[in-house]
Antibody
C-alpha cells in the first residue's frame, strides 16, 4: 500500500524545537521530490518546504526560512522537518506530501499536529 | 492573504453545475500547471485535477478543470451531497520559488 505516515508532533513552548518525521512505503521514495504542507486550525493549506530527490536542494516558504530545515534519508525512506525557534503562528497540522507533477501521482500523509503555546 | 485567489464560498443544489475560480499571475498559473484538491472535514487533501485538466483514476468525470492565461477553474456537474467540502487550487510560483495554494473555497450543497 502506498502511504506516508508522519510522527513527531506535539506541544512545544515558543522558541522551542521539534523534529517531524515522515515514513514512506509502497513506492520508490528516492525517485520523488517531497514536500511539507501545513494547515492552521480552520485555515487553508500553506506550502512549507520542498526537497529534491537526493536531498541536495531545498526550498522554503519565507515564513519558515532560516528556522526550518527539510531533509531526507533515502536509505530509510524517511522525510524530516527540523523546526527551530517555533512561534505561536506555526501551530498547525503538518502534512508530508508527494505533490503531483504531470503524472497524477500524489500522496499525502494523515498529518501530525504541532501546537506552539506556553 | 493567499497568492492564488479563490472565492471563499460557493453553493448549489443537487444536480446543478458549480464552478470555482482561481486567479493568479504570470509567475504562477501563467507559467505552470494547476492542480485542484478536495478536502473533506478532518481528512487530508485528495487530488482531483492535475496538469490543469487531467483526472486521476477514480475521480468521477463530473469533475473537470481548465486554465486560461493566469486563471483556472474547477467545474463540478451533477452536484451531489458528498461533494460538500473545501476545494483548493495550487501551482508553482517562480517569483517565490515555492508552491502556492489558493485560500480555499467551501462548497455547500443546499
Amino acid at each position: 500500500e502506498v502511504q506516508l505516515v508522519e510522527s513527531g508532533g506535539g506541544l512545544v513552548q515558543p522558541g522551542g524545537s521539534l523534529r517531524l518525521s515522515c515514513a514512506a512505503s509502497g513506492f520508490t521514495f528516492r525517485n520523488y521530490r517531497m514536500n511539507w504542507v501545513r494547515q492552521a486550525p480552520g485555515k487553508g493549506l500553506v506550502w512549507v518546504s520542498r526537497i529534491n530527490t537526493d536531498g541536495s536542494t531545498a526550498t522554503y516558504a519565507d515564513s519558515v526560512k532560516g528556522r526550518f530545515t527539510i531533509s531526507r534519508d533515502n536509505a530509510k525512506n524517511t522525510l524530516y522537518l527540523q523546526m527551530n525557534s517555533l512561534r505561536a503562528e506555526d501551530t498547525a497540522a503538518y502534512y508530508c506530501a508527494l505533490l503531483s507533477g504531470t503524472q497524477g501521482f500524489d500522496i499525502w500523509g494523515q498529518g501530525t499536529m504541532v501546537t506552539v503555546s506556553s | 492573504q493567499s497568492v492564488l485567489t479563490q472565492p471563499p464560498s460557493a453553493s448549489g443544489t443537487p444536480g446543478q453545475r458549480v464552478t470555482i475560480s482561481c486567479s493568479g499571475s504570470s509567475s504562477n498559473i501563467g507559467s505552470h500547471t494547476v492542480n485542484w484538491y478536495q478536502q473533506l472535514p478532518g481528512t487530508a487533501p485528495k487530488l482531483l485535477i492535475y496538469s490543469n485538466s487531467q483526472r486521476p483514476s477514480g475521480v468521477p468525470d463530473r469533475f473537470s478543470g481548465s486554465k486560461s492565461g493566469t486563471s483556472a477553474s474547477l467545474a463540478i456537474s451533477g452536484l451531489q451531497s458528498e461533494d460538500e467540502a473545501d476545494y483548493y487550487c495550487t501551482a508553482w510560483d517562480d517569483g517565490l520559488d515555492g508552491r502556492v495554494f489558493g485560500g480555499g473555497t467551501k462548497l455547500t450543497v443546499l
